[in-house]
């Protein structure tokens, strides 16, 4: 069987807006940045970092001063859309010689790159006493799980900028309205929950089902883990699909009825933003969705449920209680024209403080180092459902974010489309549950065998 490469667990996420081009001011021209027993100077320097936009780098632009100050060196970044990332990175990592230093690593598209070999081994400047700060990158700071999943073979291609995990958003208020306690415990009691709350004004519950990538994709596979099922029959062992057995049907079956019975008008084609918006809107009792978008919403320059939503694990299934889950990361390409300036910005971008500020002046929550999220002054500002957002998520990270929910291959995008258009005409109505899992197992098959792993 052909080598595949893994990752320990966790990663997720997250996607959006629009591709803008940012480039921070200079204050000040320090001479160096302070290495070890040397100083390596970047005064004049350019680092130019492409990034997929996300809340946590939207603003940035507001902080990259800072950076600038210290290193002397400009910095550049461009922000590209989710859809159009992965092509704009795959064009610029296939250069002999690159135009960036720094590239945001999707985990969807993490191992694919580190396979084709496009990527400087962190190690290399991480060990460099004349480079490295350690007090600064804080290794130990990281979420565990989220800084092993972007190490393969012993070896740290990327430090890792995000992680998501699905938790359980929900109006108190529409469960009090309707005489219910305690939010769903179940997959089975959401539904139970869903189909009593939901009316023309207010849908019961809203899911992402769009083909794409980073939609059903990401919330069917999840539904079908809880239930004791999987994409294959034993990752990494036995990479022979499994979607044509019971489990995945049923699983299927009970997704496509939760979200065409009670879902909004359009949810059947949705991504993560529509699901937003609705729920921003006042016009969703239940949305289980990543941590990462719980800033948004709950932006209070936007949501009319500010005060009226609570949080919970993601519901358990027949087997066991899963929270899709995902790591995005930073990297220094290696055509690279400016690799240790790359670095310093990532080690930089990451630190505690950095990542402290962007959390607190720009409304982003879902800190990569979960030390910080127990500092006071961020409890205080992200005091949403009295506190008990922190307290889920804190949770959900400990016993319930899993990774590996779904195979990570460097053949998963390939995957994720077909299992994305299966469930798009199963969604839809335009084909039988058995027959479009039946073809879509065919088809993943192929994949895998063209791929060597039998």
Sequence with gaps: MKKILTICTTMVLAFLIVGAAWSGGQEEQPATQAGGDMEISFEGKTVDVLLMASPIVQKFENLVSDFEVKTGAKVNILLITPANYDQKADMELVSPKGAYDVLWLPW?????????????????????????????????????????????????????????????????????????????????????????????????????????????????????????????????????????????????????????????????????????????????????????????????????VVDKTDFAVVPRGSAKRVAASGVHSLGVPKNSPEKELGYKFIEWALSDEVQFDNAMKHDYPALIRPELMMRKDFLEKYDWGDGNYVKVVSETFAKYADALYRPHTPEWRQIEEIIGIAMSSILTGQAEVEKALGQANEEVFKVFQEAGYY
């Design 108 to 304: 969807r598209t993490f191992h694919r790159w580190i396979k084709a070999d496009w990527f400087a081994p962190m190690d290399q400047f991480m060990n460099n006493k004349n480079l490295a700060d350690p007090a600064l990158l804080d290794v130990d700071g990281f979420a565990p799980l989220a800084y092993q999943s972007v190490n393969v073979d012993g070896v740290q291609y990327a430090l890792p900028i995000m992680q998501g995990a699905t938790i359980l958003h929900y109006r108190i208020d529409i469960l009090e309205q309707h005489g219910l306690g305690a939010p769903p415990d179940t997959w089975t009691e959401l539904e139970e929950m869903a189909k009593k709350v939901h009316s023309s004004e207010i849908a019961g519950v809203g899911m992402r089902c769009a083909k794409k990538s980073g939609q059903v994709g990401l919330h069917y596979p999840m539904v079908l883990a809880a239930n004791g099922g999987s994409i294959v029959k034993d990752y990494p062992n036995d990479m022979h699909p499994s979607l044509d057995e019971p489990v995945a049907i049923e699983s299927a079956k009970y997704f496509a009825r939760l979200m065409q019975n009670y879902g909004f008008q359009g949810v059947l084609t949705s991504a993560w933003q529509e699901n937003v918006v609705q729920f921003q809107q006042g016009k969703l009792a239940f949305y289980p969705d990543a941590n990462v978008l719980t800033g948004q919403i709950l932006d209070p320059e936007k949501s009319t």
